[in-house]
């Protein structure tokens, strides 16, 4: 059952296999420590790659865990796979809320107005809510990884499938109930569709706030580029159920230090607690398995 299903899965420390809290935290894994910093060029600390990181947290029976390193030629393009249509309708949009890990802008999902359809997906998805995760500094901050390399924020787009389920619950426990679009930030331009979530940040600065923001539409935030690797993986925080097929988008969208640092500004924690500031708010890295990720596009040359 229900309970069951979630004690095995309920994650353990990489180091010590101590049963971390309900929700992961990424106090107890800290980033790792920088190495290999030139002698006289000690303050100029190297970046970090994933494969540096711990090693993952285990899931007993796990097979399918999210997030994994996407090795770019270890990816199989697959000819079949469509393009991934989007149609979100910009009024289901409803508000945004800081649920104590991530903030989350949350849509109307009691109808098919907000849905993706094609790509790898069998069924057309309605969209349910979208959230960030992102590092205390750029060197780090996204769950998924390219090539063992860390972007500084990674965006998801969580949509189910009531095709075949009668609810987003229902659908969290199931192989096929969830598709999550993943989008990676990097550094570099201001993003305007971005700015009009972050100009409302600071009303939702403490856990358990809440505020209405009707009307968005975040396709604004999903690249153009058609291209994206496609895997079966889990959801990246408990349940950490076995249900979402993930669809990485290959390219990034740009943003700049300021939109970066607005998110850092958000905390942990409500009021009257000691401030935590909220960062560092992603899951390590999980091992790929018996699994392959497949590109929608044709593997290129180069290094
Ligand atoms: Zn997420």
Redesign the pocket.
Known sequence: GWAGRLRDLRPRCCRCSAELGWLPSPLLHPPPPHSGAAAGAASVPAAPTACETPSPLTIPGGTRQSPINIQWRDSVYDPFLKPLKISYDPTTCLHIWNNGY?FLVEFDDSTDRSTIVGGPLENQYRLKQF?F?WGAINDWGS?HTVDCKFYPA?L?LVHWNAVEYPSFEEAVMEGNGLA?IGVFLKLGARHEGLQTLVDALPAVRHKDTVIEFDVFDPSCLIPSCPDYWTYAGSL??PPLTESVTWIIKKKPIEVDEDQLEAFRTLLFTSHGEEERRMVDNFRPLQPLMNRTVRSSFRPQLGP
């Open positions: 991530s959230h995760h769950e990674e998801h999550v990246t925080t």
